[in-house]
Nanobody
């Protein structure tokens, strides 16, 4: 069964950097990965899209992270990344990755999978 496994969260001071990774594991039945993205949810807030990337490499970002965060993917490794620079306390949240997957035996439909989340805390 395919799972998305995140890593790279932690505690960092304002102005610092972190790199999040999201790897697809159990890929025996995985045919392809379409769009991938990073969301975040701060306590008491709704989950919001931070950045997304298509299979062709096109990206989009929420305005609050433009110029500071970079989303990328390594298709050979089935891995998604989020490089976060110049971090601010308001970036503190649980970060979730997602991916739209085509799975063997399930036809041509895409299925959205989510990671378990990784905590990012930025101290002032």
């Amino acid at each position: 069964q395919v799972q998305l496994v995140e890593s790279g969260g932690g505690l960092v001071q304002a102005g610092g950097s972190l790199r999040l990774s999201c790897a697809a594991s159990g890929t025996g039945t995985l045919i392809s990965i379409n769009s991938m993205g990073w969301y975040r949810q701060a306590q008491g807030n709704q989950r919001e899209l931070v950045a997304a990337i298509t299979s062709g490499g096109s990206t989009n970002y929420v305005d609050s992270v433009k110029g500071r965060f970079t989303i990328s993917r390594d298709n050979a490794k089935n891995t998604l990344y989020l490089q976060m620079n110049s971090l601010k306390p308001e970036d503190s949240a649980v970060y979730y990755c997602n991916a739209d997957l085509k799975i063997a035996g399930l036809g041509s439909s895409l299925y959205r999978y989510w990671g378990q989340g990784t905590q990012v805390t930025v101290s002032s």
